[in-house]
Nanobody, 113 residues
Framework: QVRLVESGGGLVQPGGSLRLSCAAS????????MAWYRQTPGKQRDLVAR???????YYADSVKGRFTISRDNAKNTVYLQMGSLKPEETGVYYC???????WGQGTQVTVSS
């Protein structure tokens, strides 16, 4: 059974940082492209960042230079280091196996003073 479990969300002040983690099980993690999405209230789920099996990365324009996606294949885990967070980035962050309808339960990030 495939399972993705996100963690690391929480309340952070504007300009602050958070590190999200997504632990995967039930898949051959190292061969999969992994992604982080964000769903803000009332809006669709948008791609934030993606990392290939070869380590190549993609970022949404809005987070370039502030967020870093990485992976540890030995731990079957993908990370999202977020910096200089903005209030409009409040939402639920989801981990995804790209190309498959496989999602975690999400982790809430709230950016507020």
């Amino acid at each position: 059974q495939v399972r993705l479990v996100e963690s690391g969300g929480g309340l952070v002040q504007p300009g602050g940082s958070l590190r999200l983690s997504c632990a995967a099980s039930g898949i051959i993690f190292r061969v999969n492209v992994m992604a982080w999405y964000r769903q803000t209230p009332g809006k669709q789920r948008d791609l934030v960042a993606r990392i290939g099996s070869d380590g190549n990365t993609y970022y949404a324009d809005s987070v370039k230079g502030r967020f870093t996606i990485s992976r540890d294949n030995a731990k079957n885990t993908v990370y999202l280091q977020m910096g200089s967070l903005k209030p409009e980035e409040t939402g639920v962050y989801y981990c995804n196996v790209v190309g498959a309808n496989i999602w975690g339960q999400g982790t809430q990030v709230t950016v507020s003073s």
